[in-house]
């Protein structure tokens, strides 16, 4: 795996620097092994993972497929898995077996709790932009969605003009509200704003009358829509896209070890196809709750996973 090589380099550059030094010096004494060389110089996050025998992963408790939590209150989910995989290659580059300490994060604290330490990986449903990227490094992207508006059935609300007047839930900290923001301001739409914590209070606003819509990315939409049809109530999810939001998984910005770690291990989960099977499962077959949301992969996302699996990074 390229992490390996990475690893075997880095070992190398930093062997040869100290042969010369002690060529230099007259010195003759045996070269350090890779294996026992290269911890020695590790940095950021792998040195941390290295030294405490963890991996601290953010997760979401709400964000269906993605990030949320089972009937045994346990993270699943599309990116939970990814990360999963991303532990084990982090695991390889540092030579040890981690554990995963799993640390619950909302939309409005998870950049924070990147930036801070508290969590090493964000594993949730979470838009990789430029605002973000100047405090948090992204992964390549798993998946791409945008902005739309969920409502009961039978509601007058098709589009975005619609919406004017009305009010819409939308939850803090997330790229939905900015949306939402700069759409009432630029078509004065007199939008009654509710900004909620979590998407599943957005969801139960609609569902007992208290907003007329709710606004969050559409996979997240389906996902609710998928997780609550035992609960009674009919929802659609209506007009046009109102953001691009491309997802990636969060870590800590200057970080050039872990930042190739991750890169070597996504284009080698999309070389052999992981990518593509954890898609189908969380997408297309049934969920634990025995729905399922029934969505092939977009020609976009497949166009990225093939352009990673050749190296090239989105």
């Known amino acids: 795996m390229k ?20 060529a230099a010096e007259d010195v003759q004494t045996p070269a350090p092994a890779i294996d026992n060389f290269a911890p020695t110089t590790l940095t950021g996050t792998l040195a941390k993972a290295r030294n405490t025998g963890t991996i601290a992963v953010g997760y979401r408790d709400a ?8 009937a045994r209150k346990q993270p699943i989910g599309y990116s939970i898995e990814l990360c999963k995989s991303l532990v084990s290659a982090i695991g390889d580059a540092v030579h040890k077996r981690l554990d995963i300490r799993w640390v619950p994060v909302t939309p409005e604290n998870r950049i924070d709790a990147v930036t801070s330490g508290r969590v090493d990986l964000e594993c949730g449903s979470t838009t990789s932009n430029l605002e973000r990227q100047k405090r948090v490094a992204f992964s390549p992207i798993i998946f791409v969605a945008g902005t739309k508006v969920l409502v009961k059935k039978g509601s007058p609300i098709t589009s975005f003009r619609d919406l004017a007047g009305k009010k819409v839930a939308v939850t803090a900290g997330t790229t939905n509200e900015k949306a939402l923001r700069d759409l009432d301001k630029k078509f004065g739409l007199g939008l009654q704003l509710q900004v909620v914590p979590d998407h599943a209070e957005g969801f139960a606003r609609v569902a007992d009358g208290r907003a007329d819509a709710f606004a969050t990315d559409d996979v997240l939409l389906y996902g609710l829509i998928a997780e609550n049809m035992t609960k009674g109530g009919a929802y659609q ?5 109102l953001s691009y939001d491309p997802y990636g998984i969060m870590y ?19 070389a052999d196809g992981e990518i593509e099977r954890q898609y189908k499962r969380w997408f297309l ?13 977009s020609a976009q996302l497949e166009s990225i996973i093939e352009t990673m699996a050749g190296g090239e990074a989105q």
């Open 3 to 22: 992490t390996q090589r990475f690893w075997a380099a880095l070992a190398l550059t930093s062997l040869l620097a100290v042969t010369a030094a002690r």
């Open 63 to 70: 964000s269906v497929p993605f990030s949320y939590l089972d």
């Open 237 to 241: 999810v209506v007009g046009d896209y």
């Open 252 to 270: 800590r910005k200057n970080d050039p070890q872990l930042a190739q770690v991750v890169k070597d291990a996504f284009q080698q989960l999309a």
């Open 285 to 297: 077959s049934r969920l634990p709750s025995g729905t399922s949301l029934d969505m092939p992969m």
